[in-house]
């Protein structure tokens, strides 16, 4: 991804992409806008480029088993990619799953602010409790597939992380 890119989901609606925020093991999330204006954090399975390349010092070794080392490590890091892009879809089917397990025990879920009524289809937020972790922070509260492919985890943007957040002493259950 690239800052000022724009994506779209299978709904029409679109999303510029700001700046990187931070990457992690199998995933990189950046900042976006939408095109309401609200301000979004998207999560990007990692790419083939995102993994480090092994330099090998030059040896005297032939040109044919560097080739086989280079081919094998292209292997690998396809297959990384591709792990990332499982884990990434597999997250979205298990924050289903719990999601629905949220809904069904809570009392009564509320609609969310930043939603807006109009006739495009928009996001609709998670049906958590706007001010609990997990609706903040932890479930994604839309997913789609880009135009090149890539699965894009959504959630909405705020001022801290998950870590920063338990730093501060408050617990997952709020």
């Known amino acids: 991804m690239n800052r000022d890119e724009i994506i779209q989901d299978g709904f029409g609606n679109s999303f510029r992409i700001g700046n990187e925020l931070g990457q992690g093991v199998w995933s990189k999330v950046f900042s976006a806008r939408s095109q309401d204006g609200l301000e979004w954090a998207l999560r990007f399975p990692l790419s083939p480029t995102d993994f480090p390349v092994e330099s090998k010092e030059l040896s005297p070794q032939s040109d044919e088993t560097a080739h ?16 990332s892009r499982n884990i990434i879809i597999e997250h979205w089917v298990q924050a289903q799953k ?5 809904s069904t025990s809570a009392p009564q879920s509320r609609k969310n602010p930043r939603s807006k009524n109009t006739d495009a289809p928009s996001i609709e937020l998670s049906a958590a409790v706007d001010s609990s972790l997990a609706g903040n922070i932890v479930l ?11 699965p894009v985890l959504v959630y909405p943007l705020v001022g801290s992380n998950l870590e920063q957040t338990l730093r501060q002493g408050v617990g997952l259950q709020e």
């Open 68 to 83: 086989q080392e280079t081919d094998k490590s292209s292997q690998t890091v396809l297959r990384l990619a591709q792990l």
């Open 98 to 102: 719990l999601q629905r397990a949220l």
């Open 140 to 150: 994604p509260v839309h997913h789609f597939i880009s135009s090149n492919g890539t």
